[in-house]
């Protein structure tokens, strides 16, 4: 039987691009022909993943798409930008990315097309009520769902959703464990980190294991200037080593000299920009996660067993933060309540902070809730080996998409 091909179509941010380019790797590596179709100004952060999957029987191919000319440069960047402006021009430029898909699937005929959840090549949505029910009818139109996540993790859900709902899933995941597994990987994950590794491994090598907090709130949430003074000024108040990452144009918005002062205490760091979360969070002497919630961060905080203050900010990510605190038992909640729209992050005191970091970091609660952060680990390690729950489930994948082939 002729080698199956599965195309990965992924939206173009940080925190989609970097997980499909580890499933296309994961696919890449049970023998199946994978290609990432993308833009040319997207193309560049695939490169790694590709040269991961040289030595496999089929290497990842890229296929470049375009945008119609009339949009500006960097119009699918939304690191700088993320207002819903710049948002709905984007997905407007999205669009005309139909012709040009269709074009390839048409030459390629691949046996499965893996797109992601945020993109609908068929209309441009006026506003995010749209998005999420076109969102929920596209799942319900598709052939089933691949979950970046294992069976252990959730399993009534899963069960809830493949009994009762009658929906195919498959959970394979977490895909970062498929492609993070020697240090090299972990360093580059992503973008080129912004800080000397080597430094951050010697600056955290220093510190107790558990010591330490990681503060992260990804690449698109925007951090007020006066939320970010209170998160300084409660880092400082907290008995606790700290990581602290920020945007690049967030770095004159903290409070003057406190950079200095932490580095003088040898109390804290703050990385301007990329940081390599994934070999942070990793290290023994990392005990607490302070995240935003996204999927991506969330599930990298269970898979290294680390306890976490859950600061949902947007998106689902209030969802996922309930299932850290209330389901997972986890972490704790910052106490913010407010979605925002608009991806900002505001609001909440600097008492707030060093109430729910004591919290995590504490040897009593925070020390159950590593326990049980532990326990999730080896269960996620378990899950993406041979014989385990997502190793089976992109088994089942691959047969059932192979049966489709035969029978279409």
């Known amino acids: 039987m002729a080698t199956c091909h599965v195309a990965f179509l992924p939206f173009m941010a940080y925190g989609h691009m970097i997980p499909m380019a580890d499933m296309a790797v994961l696919f890449a590596s049970r023998g199946l022909q994978t290609t990432i179709v993308t833009t040319s100004s997207m193309a560049h952060h695939f490169t790694k993943s590709i040269k991961k999957t040289i030595n496999y029987t089929h290497q990842i191919a890229l296929h470049i ?16 930008d993320t207002s819903n402006e710049h948002l709905s021009r984007l997905l407007e430029a999205i669009r005309t990315l139909q012709e040009p898909f269709e074009q390839f699937v048409q030459r390629s005929q691949p046996n499965c097309i893996v797109t992601d959840i945020c993109l609908n090549l068929r209309e441009i949505f006026k506003d995010f009520l749209n998005l999420f029910i076109q969102v929920a009818e596209a799942e319900e139109k598709s052939y089933g769902v691949i979950v970046n996540g294992f069976y252990e993790l959730e399993p009534e859900y899963v069960r809830h959703y493949r009994e009762v709902m009658k929906r195919k899933a498959w959970h394979i995941g977490p895909v970062s464990l498929c492609s ?10 992503g ?18 294991p558990s010591s330490v ?8 949430v925007k951090v007020t200037s006066s939320q970010l003074h209170e998160i300084a000024m409660g880092l400082e108040a907290c008995d606790v080593n700290f990581i602290w990452v920020i945007r ?27 940081a390599p979360q994934v070999m942070i969070l990793g290290h023994e002497s990392v005990g607490g ?3 935003h919630c996204g999927w991506n961060s969330m599930l990298e905080g269970v898979t290294c067993g680390v306890a976490m203050v859950a600061w949902p900010v947007m998106a689902e990510q ?9 389901v997972l038992r986890i972490g704790v909640s910052i106490g913010y309540v407010e979605w925002s ?19 995590v970091m504490g040897p009593e609660e925070g020390d159950k809730m590593r326990v049980r952060a532990q326990e999730l680990k080896e269960k996620a390690n378990t899950a993406v080996v041979k014989g385990g729950s997502s190793y089976k489930d992109l088994t089942t994948f691959i047969e059932d998409i192979k049966g489709f082939k035969s029978e279409s």
Request: aromatic share 10%.
């Open 248 to 274: 690049n144009d967030q770095e004159k918005l903290i409070p003057e000299g406190f950079e200095a002062k932490m580095q003088a205490k040898n109390k804290g760091l703050v990385i301007k920009g990329w």
């Open 213 to 220: 907090l990681y503060v992260s709130f990804g690449t698109i």
């Open 65 to 80: 798409i375009d945008f119609k000319p009339g949009f500006p440069p960097g119009i699918a960047n939304l690191d700088q």
């Open 180 to 189: 993070t597994i020697r240090t090299e990987d972990k360093l580059e994950r």
């Open 341 to 359: 729209a608009d991806s900002t992050c505001e609001g909440v005191s600097r008492e707030a902070i060093v109430r729910a970091v004591a919290r």
């Open 318 to 326: 209030f969802y996922n933060a309930k299932l850290v605190t209330d």
């Open 191 to 208: 973008k080129k980190s912004s800080i000397d590794e080597h430094e951050c491994l010697k600056w955290l090598e220093s510190k107790p």
């Open 289 to 291: 996660f302070v995240t």
